[in-house]
């Protein structure tokens, strides 16, 4: 599975972004997918996940209430939606994949196999 991450870009506080995941494979159903982010200087950390139904999802704190992760099986895609952006937002923004066997999802980027390039949002205060 090979994933392209795009939509990134300036944006000022309070403004939104719409980022996209999209899987080569024919079909990514039975994937878990997930959102992850390195801001300078920082480790990368779990943004966002999403079961590999639609069901199931989770968020990191900070970002909750104001990101939306979602997928579309029929698309292989896979979204971030970013509202309320704030400078601490800032950073590369990374998709993730992985089948799991006993849990849902992991937040754990070590968890993954499967990584886009990154797409970077800027945020200008």
């Known amino acids: 599975v090979q994933l392209q991450a795009s939509g990134g870009g300036l944006v000022q506080a309070g403004g939104s972004l719409r980022l996209s995941c999209a899987a080569s494979?024919?079909?990514?159903?039975?994937?878990?997918m997930a959102w992850f982010r390195r801001a300078p200087g920082k480790e990368r950390e779990f943004v966002a996940a999403?079961?590999?139904?639609?069901?199931?999802?989770d968020y990191t704190y900070s970002v909750k209430g104001r990101f939306t992760i979602s997928r579309d099986n029929a698309k292989n895609t896979a979204y971030l939606q970013m509202n309320s952006l704030k400078p601490e937002d800032a950073a590369v923004y990374y998709c993730?994949?992985?089948?799991?066997?006993?849990?849902?999802?992991?937040?754990?980027?070590?968890?993954?196999?499967?990584w886009g390039q990154g797409t970077l949002v800027t945020v200008s205060s």
């Open positions: 999403i079961s590999w139904s639609g069901s199931i999802t």
């Open positions: 494979a024919r079909t990514f159903n039975g994937y878990s």
């Open positions: 993730a994949a992985a089948r799991f066997r006993t849990v849902v999802f992991s937040t754990s980027p070590r968890d993954y196999d499967y």
